[in-house]
């Protein structure tokens, strides 16, 4: 990478994933580099030569059966003819015959973990492309002639060209568009006016550059189902965003293996990822066990007094009242079911943790719900109660408490595994001992110098966050489900390493929100997690948050060990290098 240049696709700054990482574009300098000549100039003549010389020496030879004249004698013509054959041959052989042997050797094996078996590093093929990561976009997104140019009729993504067709709108839209931009027409509404969703989107945009002066090019509008997202997922569209997914794994995990859909723009977490799927799996597996399964909810309410605050919370924590609250509770839901309220005072002020089953959902909307069922109920005995707000923050969703880091929020749930020694050597390219010191320096003892707050791990949250874009779950929750603590022991006489990664608030979902859309959707079909377990609900999501935590200590085992071997920065440099001089971009 030059100096004074940046990588046009930047890594997240956080804990940046690593492997050994060794690019095809580094490819071997061929002898014909070296000519002088255009390269299919120099073909032509070689090609030339060598069916000339082929042709002068078959004539000669059969002249010489026909005359019975012995074949080693030969004239100085035939041997510069069998000079110039030589020297064609080679040159031909090593212009195309090489690369034809090679892609017969090199052909995909079946062994999923073939690519890295022999080689120490990864071999990423793909990183010999011809465009940078942001170009290669363009594929599938049509051209703007301009911002203030008329809505552009795009192509499905999946189209094999390009899409430059541009259609003016229809007077129609033209003058909806119009009023859009001057106004008088709600953006917001244009999807219930309209009853387009698609064309509400399409309106929305091209006024959105006519007001801001910007173009969107790039925004992909076509291949979406804007109505899949209408009054759920997202509001006033005017395109989306892609992300690529990678696979990891499989992992083998409680016996069964899975391969781990990850949307990322982080170069080396996939792969890195993908390496400590192995040398899991190489190990026997991972095992795991969920510890705990509610989603939290906590409103605050306000007394007149301490004292009358107090009451309620042992109200609240009464044995002989739970029934009637879970009762009350339970009934907005099939679901939802009451397991806990925790209470905490604080003056006057009450902030009640109510934590219930959600099923299959994530379980916001469940809880808050069966809450609002028991705020209405409790009116009747409290009425001096003031509902200030149905989250008071100690539930605690998105953002960083330790209520969620000791309690536990969504899933909570501890994976295992035990790597063998030459596992670690062989596949981790490290040691256990390493291993074992790094993780206490770093994971334990590191954190806790920075007051980590559940950040007792290498990048827990980015394994979380990819698996969460991919499989549809909220990423902001991202939060507290990367909460988690990573540990490493040596056993078997310091032969073996036990790893295990601990994550009390794992909070996912496979029905509702983010997880019906369909790309999402597939994603948890390829787990086999897709939409509600009717036989037992909630299996889906548990095994889904077995699943983060299974790829999480994947993840953590091949940073660490990447750390431990000191190949961070070397592969960073290599992994998440463009040749894109990102300074030649501009806003449009
Ligand atoms: P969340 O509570 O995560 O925000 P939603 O309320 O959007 O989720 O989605 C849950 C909805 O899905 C509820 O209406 C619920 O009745 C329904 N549902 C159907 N099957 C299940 C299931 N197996 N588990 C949980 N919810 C389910």
Redesign the pocket.
Known sequence: MEIGRRPAMKSSNDEPMTMKVKFVDDEPVKASDALPLPLYLTNAVFFTLFFSVVYFLLTSWREKIRTNTPLHIVSLGEIVAILAFVASFIYLLGFFGIDFVRSLILQPSNDIWAADDDAEEIILKEDARKVPCGEALDCSIPKMAHIASPIVAQKKVFDEKPATEVLPPTAEDEEIIKAVVSGAFPSYSLESRLGDCKRAASIRREALQRVTGKSLEGLPLEGFDYESILGQCCEMPVGYITIPVGIAGPIMLDGREFSVPMATTEGCLVASTNRGCKAINLSGGATSVLLKDGMTRAPVVRFNSAKRAAELKFFMEDPANYETISIVFNKS???GRLQTVKCAVAGKNLYMRFCCS??????????SKGVQNVLDFLQNDFPDMDVIGISGNYCSDKKPAAVNWIEGRGKSVVCEAVIKGDIVTKVLKTNVAALVELNMLKNLTGSAMAGALGGFNAHASNIVSAVYLATGQDPAQNIESSHCITMMEAINDGKDLHVSVTMPSIEV?T???GTQLASQSACLNLLGVKG??REA??ANARQLASVVAGSVLAGELSLMSAIAAGQLVKSHMKYNRSNKDVTSVTSA
């Open positions: 839901s099939r679901f959600t099923g299959d959902a994530m379980g916001m909307n469940m809880v979902g029905v509702g929100g509600a377990n609900p909630g």
